[in-house]
């Protein structure tokens, strides 16, 4: 007991082990105990109702006679001889007309009734002279059952505790003491200190799977330590190119979702120390789908490349453009009115339509729908978006190629 407790205190996947093994292991043995046990309740009972059948069917002659005869007292003293074998928790018996003549005993309204009608020969006939209702005792039976789970529950765990120690005792001699040895190996382990390879004297001779894991940890270890200098450089590229990433939409090279919201948020704070409005466009790519299952990915992407480049060519420098996913772009409008972000909209409507994409066949021509709001001055700026893209999918079911705005926000455009 003192090695299971050094060991439970030092590892903590032993003592996870531990709990695991006796979980399942007691699992399995209840659910086993049980499964036997109903088993037995089930043999028991039934050896009972074959018991107190025989025994109603031997009396049955005898309670049909006192029937015909309309003895209830003999009827009654037959009634109590058969309780006072203890099989029996209820007997009722009934006349032709299906009176109760007798009752003894508790009747348990959830517990199973037998009934045998009782027949009685006279004048060369046979004819039924009443009932012989009956519920047999289970309580006896299922005491036993409880005892005997108990009994067993208990006997299956020590032996179950004792099976799991000596498999524990197994799995941390061929397992975990190596497994140890690695996590605090690894722990001092640092490239850029001098290297210390992990110990494999004890296990000289050895060449089992744990000592394989170790020399090749250590092996693994001494090839880190020599690359550090080089790792320190290619993480400094990577975190770069990372950066870069972060910020730019890799296809189209304008602001990727992201760094939107962030711009987004940024000019919010500052419109409202400002006392400036903000606008917000959500656009969206007419039936830009079928450009990709019609004519390829690469040529949606060059489609997508020259839009993004035609709507910053539309936008002032205090502007911003982001890609939010797939053919859908956005805008920031700093200083938004009514006017303004109707002319915006209307002339990134123009100069989508007049690009010519001279690798789609028939010059085919690429329409915008767009969605568009005011900041208010008490909302997020999700929120805004949100309504945009709500006035997007609007512009959608409008028939495409059109912009919605709040009603409010509609400007008076004077010819």
């Excluded at 949606?300 to 993004?308: E, M």
């Amino acid at each position: 007991m003192a090695f299971l407790s050094r060991l439970i205190n030092t590892s903590r996947l032993s003592r996870v082990l531990l709990i695991r093994i006796l979980l399942f292991s007691g699992l399995f043995t209840v659910i086993i105990t049980a499964v036997q046990l109903s088993l037995n309740y089930q043999k028991e009972t039934e050896e009972l109702q074959t018991i107190s059948q025989q025994l109603a069917e031997t009396n049955a002659p005898s309670l049909a006679r006192a029937l015909w005869e309309l003895n209830a007292t003999k009827a009654n003293d037959i009634g109590i001889y058969l309780m006072r074998i203890g099989l029996f928790k209820s007997i009722t018996i009934k006349d032709e007309n299906g009176d109760t003549m007798v009752f003894l005993g508790e009747k348990d309204i959830e517990a199973h009734q037998t009934s045998i009608k009782l027949q009685f020969e006279y004048s060369g006939r046979t004819g039924t002279v009443g009932t012989f209702e009956y519920q047999i005792v289970t309580d006896i039976v299922k005491r036993k059952i409880k005892d005997d789970f108990i009994i067993i529950l208990i006997s299956q765990f020590i032996k179950t505790f004792f099976v799991s120690i000596f498999i524990l005792f197994i799995i941390h001699k061929l397992v975990i003491r190596h497994l140890n040895e690695i996590s605090n190996w690894l722990n001092n382990f640092k490239p850029e200190s001098s290297f210390s390879p992990l110990a494999l004297e004890a296990d000289k001779g050895s060449s089992n799977e744990m000592v394989k894991l170790k020399s090749a940890i250590s092996e693994m270890g001494q090839q880190v330590h020599k690359h550090s200098t080089g790792l320190e450089k290619v993480v400094a590229e990577r975190t770069a190119e990372l950066e870069k990433l972060a910020y730019t939409d890799s296809l189209t090279g304008v602001t990727n979702r992201g760094a939107f919201l962030q711009a987004a948020n940024e000019e919010l704070n500052r419109s409202r120390r400002l006392s400036y409005d903000v606008g917000v466009m959500m656009l969206d790519l007419d039936h830009f789908k079928a450009i990709n299952d019609t004519y390829g990915h690469d040529a949606g992407d060059k489609v997508l490349k020259q839009v993004s480049q035609a709507m910053a060519n539309c936008l002032r420098k205090e502007d911003t453009l982001g890609r939010i996913g797939g053919e859908e772009f956005a805008v920031i409008t700093p200083g938004a009115d009514k006017r303004g972000m109707h002319k915006l909209a209307s002339r990134l409507q123009q100069a989508i339509a007049i690009l010519n994409f001279s690798f789609l066949p028939d010059n085919k021509n690429i329409t915008v729908s767009i969605g568009y709001t005011k900041v208010s001055n008490d909302e997020d700026f999700k929120a805004a978006l949100k309504r945009a893209d709500e006035h997007l999918y609007t512009a959608k079911a409008s028939g495409r190629n059109t912009f919605i705005t709040d009603k409010g926000f509609l400007p008076r455009i004077v010819s």
